[in-house]
């Protein structure tokens, strides 16, 4: 009601948020497509560079998206790429290392490009806030070699993840943000959850679904196909899951209380 009043013309939010505002008009019988809003620039979370999310929002909006990244301890670092399919790194403010630190040097080990990293980060500009070799805790996949018209790294698919948020299960690492395009492709703006917990002594996954059985079994071909993981989809009912209105928190990690 207040982007119709004042005739507002871009959105700033979590794609999360731009995602629950489309179930929110549709339940008050509000075309999104109707409204003054050209632009929505997302940031906070992964999803503006994922095909899927940035489909859907794009589509129920009427609107082009934009990825975005920052960070308050160094400022604004990354710009979306023109095709979507990623960000660019400033590296006119910023020197970039893409690091892996699963092993035993402790100052990480440089990555190969189109492999995944934690993206780290020295910023050259803010000289009253200074951040020498920060890690960011955004896991990317960096290109230095690649077909973009800048030329500063870039990272497709954008962030796609966060080291915190990412998963081991059965000796496979996986992403919420991998699960939630695979959903999305399904199903725009159906609510779901990741459930993590040990059967059996097995780490499994199971996954709570606002949708349809069709829609459910699916969900768990795909999940299946691309992350080579037997995945439980369970349909509840619609509303019953948690709704976000800033970064979301869909996983639901039981092993430690499992012991």
């Known amino acids: 009601m207040m982007i119709q009043k004042h005739s507002c013309t871009v959105l700033c939010c979590t794609p999360t948020y731009a995602l629950h505002l489309v179930s929110t008009a549709k339940s008050l019988g509000m075309d999104l497509t109707k409204t ?12 503006g560079s994922l095909p899927a999310v940035r489909n859907r929002i794009e589509q129920s909006w009427g609107a082009k998206l934009i990825d975005h990244a920052g960070a308050s301890e160094l400022g604004a670092w990354g710009f979306g790429s023109p095709d979507g399919r990623g960000l660019h790194v400033i590296e006119s403010e910023f020197i970039a290392e893409v690091l892996d630190f699963s092993g035993d040097d ?8 189109g492999e995944i990293g934690e993206l780290v980060l020295t910023n050259l500009g803010r000289y009253g806030g200074p951040a020498i070799r920060y890690r960011t805790g955004d896991m990317v996949r960096a290109f230095r070699n690649h077909d973009q018209p800048s030329t500063f790294l870039w990272l497709e698919g954008g962030v796609i993840g966060r080291a915190d948020d990412m998963i081991v299960v059965r000796g496979v690492n996986i ?11 399904v199903s725009g703006a159906a ?24 829609q459910a079994a699916q969900v768990a071909q795909l999940l299946r196909d691309r992350l080579a993981l037997r995945v439980e989809v ?24 499992q012991g």
């Not at 402790?106 to 490009?113: I, K, L, Q, S, Y």
């Not at 992403?175 to 492709?185: A, G, H, K, T, Y």
């Not at 679904?209 to 069709?214: I, K, L, S, T, V």
Request: aromatic share 6%; glycine share 8%; charged share 35%.
């Open 234 to 257: 369970a349909p509840v009912a619609e509303g019953s899951l948690p709704r976000f209105e800033a970064k979301s928190r869909r996983l639901v990690d039981q092993r430690s209380r």
């Open 175 to 185: 992403f919420p943000s991998s699960i939630e395009s695979i959903v999305r492709e």
């Open 191 to 214: 609510e779901y959850r990741i459930i993590v917990e040990q059967v059996n002594e097995m780490d499994q996954i199971r996954l709570e679904f606002e949708g349809a059985m069709d």
């Open 36 to 47: 003054s809003v050209s632009r929505i620039i997302v940031a906070g979370e992964p999803g």
């Open 106 to 113: 402790p100052g990480g080990r440089e990555v190969d490009d």
